[in-house]
């Protein structure tokens, strides 16, 4: 439950809170074993990453042992909403429209993904 106004999280921060939302906890070494897959990283570098995300407050911290274990405070879904609006308003200068437009334009569709589309398309109607 968020109780603090939304913080931005950085690209590394963003890669850290993506592994917590997976793995729910983690302590330091878990979450550096997991970024050490996709490229190099050292554990003081992510150990220094996730105090300061402690006290952006995006993580908690629990201690357990010798161990901190961390989790995620913010929502993946929350964070995604935050990270798309100020997307569309710095890319797209806050038009939802010119940004699917632009995906839509740039991308091979499926004929599942249109129907997928049309169906969400057919929800906001509904709903409004």
């Known amino acids: 439950m968020e109780k603090h106004t939304p913080i931005k999280p950085t690209e590394s921060e963003l890669e850290i809170l993506q592994i917590l939302w997976a793995l729910g906890k983690a302590t330091v070494r878990q979450v550096n074993d997991e970024l050490s897959k996709t490229r190099e990283v050292g554990y003081t570098t992510t150990l220094k990453l996730m105090q300061i995300m402690f006290e952006k407050q995006l993580v908690s911290r629990t201690d357990e042992g010798r161990y901190h274990v961390y989790e995620a405070v913010v929502s993946e879904e929350s964070t995604q909403h935050l990270l798309l609006d100020k997307f569309i308003d710095a890319t797209f200068r806050g038009s939802a429209t010119k940004m699917v437009m632009q995906a ?10 249109l ?4 169906k969400l398309l057919d929800n906001i109607e509904k709903a409004q």
């Open 115 to 118: 129907d997928e589309i049309r």
């Open 104 to 113: 839509l334009g740039n991308q091979q569709v499926s004929k599942q993904e």
